[in-house]
């Protein structure tokens, strides 16, 4: 049984978030969520952005609180078994979660752009894809294309991957919506593959019972 409580806060959309809903929820953790009033409660964070992770006792007081979307994936991820021990094992996933991470980046950035360098955005958008689908699906197929990028059970990379590939099937409307096919994962049969194993997990029972009761997270703020 974990010896910590947590409160992770957060907007109410997929944002950044939702490979961390993933991952406490596989953990099978105590975790709530909190949705800060902004920008009213921006000065309390840490670096004064979200998200946030607190971390508690099971008295519920506060031991450490943690900022940076990655830092407090890999936290979760290693305390609860979905990142391995071994250093070469882990850098394989997390490689692979970098890229995913990377051609996120660069679509926030869009969104925030105008101009010249939202023309230069497009096309690094559609390299960076391009390249990561690639990747990507030889990385399943080596795995044998059971739906897991490592092994026969969920890990890091799984949840992170399902969480990528779900945001963009909804991105909203100042996505990249002339680019937003290549990443469209009812056309790679590996990564649909990828999306049924998770959504068949029995951990992850009570993300997909509340997200049916309230129906899906937009993906990001944007009008």
Known sequence: MSQHRYVLRYFDIQ??????????TASGVDWTEEHPEW??????????????????????????VLSE????ERYIAREYGLLPADNLAAARQEQLRDQLHDVGSTHIEYMHSTGERSAELVTKFEQDATCLVSMHVAALRHNGN????????LSYVDLAAYAFFKFF??????????????????????VSKLMA???????????????????????????
Not at 39 to 64: A, C, F, I, R
Request: hydrophobic share 35%.
């Open 197 to 223: 194993a998770v959504e068949a997990s029995s951990l992850l029972e009570p993300y997909f019972t509340a997200e049916k009761v309230n129906g899906p997270r937009l993906a990001t703020r944007f009008k």
């Open 169 to 190: 099937s909804n991105a909203g409307p100042r996505s990249l919506k002339s680019k937003i096919g290549l990443l469209d994962y009812t056309r790679i049969p590996e």
């Open 39 to 64: 920008p009213k409660e921006k000065t309390n964070q840490p670096m004064g952005h979200l998200p946030v992770l607190v971390v508690s006792n099971t008295d519920g007081k506060p031991e450490l």
């Open 69 to 72: 979307t990655l830092v407090i």
């Open 15 to 24: 944002g950044l978030c939702e490979t961390l809903r993933l991952l406490l």
């Open 146 to 153: 059971n739906g897991h990028y490592f092994g026969d059970a």
